[in-house]
């Protein structure tokens, strides 16, 4: 299968710890990137290999997997975190695949 | 720091052709995929294909019948082509660079460096 499945929105508490999940097959070869996406802005990469943060993203980001699923887990939410959240991967013919996106609402 | 400057047409009608560019700036050209990536109003994201510096694409098999990508390593420039477009085809359209690697039995893919966007509205 080449589709990544997210839940389409989450909810988190100011300061809270959230976890946003992405389902799929390929997800047991490949590790999921992850990008934070505001509005009217281009994505912007939080999340990649193993658990691996570019630069200028917070420690508060990181990733982890197993099986099929793969989630980010933001510790200690903050406003700004509010956003779109999509997950990425390649499928088993070897192209990109974006999950369907996860609104994140921090209360 | 690497930044990607894309342009191309705003406005299309139905049956024409979208052309875009995409050029790199301050950063080798060479390993790594450099990717097209759209974004209908609303929607999410959605992978259209990749070039490596060598010229292998992949594309999306949605759209493989009408999308060209092509490289000018001369130029730090690669380029999208989508044939025949419809109203289906309106969206933000992103230029990004892509990397990969493995780590023990995984593989990991990855977008980087993304371009601002464009946005292409197809009306007659």
């Known amino acids: 299968s080449s589709e990544l499945t997210q839940d389409p929105a989450v909810s988190v508490a100011l300061g809270q710890t959230v976890r946003i999940t992405c389902q799929g097959d390929?997800?047991?070869?490949?590790?999921a990137s992850w990008y934070q996406q505001k509005p009217g802005q281009a994505p912007v990469l939080v999340i990649y290999?193993?658990?691996n943060r570019p630069s200028g993203i917070p420690d508060r980001f990181s990733g982890s997997s197993s099986g099929n699923t793969a989630s980010l887990t933001i510790t200690g939410a903050q406003a700004e975190d509010e956003a779109d959240y999509y997950c990425n991967s390649r499928d088993s013919s070897g192209n990109g695949v974006f999950g369907g996106g996860t609104k994140l609402t921090v209360l | 720091q690497v930044q990607l400057q894309q342009w191309g047409a705003g406005l299309l009608k139905p049956s024409e052709t979208l052309s875009l560019t995409c050029a790199v700036y301050?950063?080798?050209?060479?390993?790594?995929?450099w990717s097209w990536i759209r974004q209908p109003p609303g929607k999410g994201l959605e992978w259209i294909g990749e070039i490596n510096h060598s010229g292998s694409t992949n594309y999306n098999p949605s759209l493989k019948s009408r999308v060209t990508i092509s490289v000018d390593t001369s130029k730090n420039q690669f380029s999208l082509k989508l044939s025949s477009v419809t109203a289906a085809d309106t969206a933000v359209y992103y230029c990004?660079?892509?990397?990969?690697?493995?780590?023990?039995?995984?593989?990991?893919?990855?977008?980087?460096?993304w371009g601002k966007g464009t946005t292409v509205t197809v009306s007659s």
């Open positions: 990004a660079r892509g990397g990969s690697g493995s780590y023990y039995q995984y593989y990991y893919y990855y977008m980087d460096v």
């Open positions: 301050g950063g080798s050209f060479s390993g790594y995929y």
């Open positions: 290999g193993k658990n």
């Open positions: 390929s997800l047991r070869s490949y590790y």
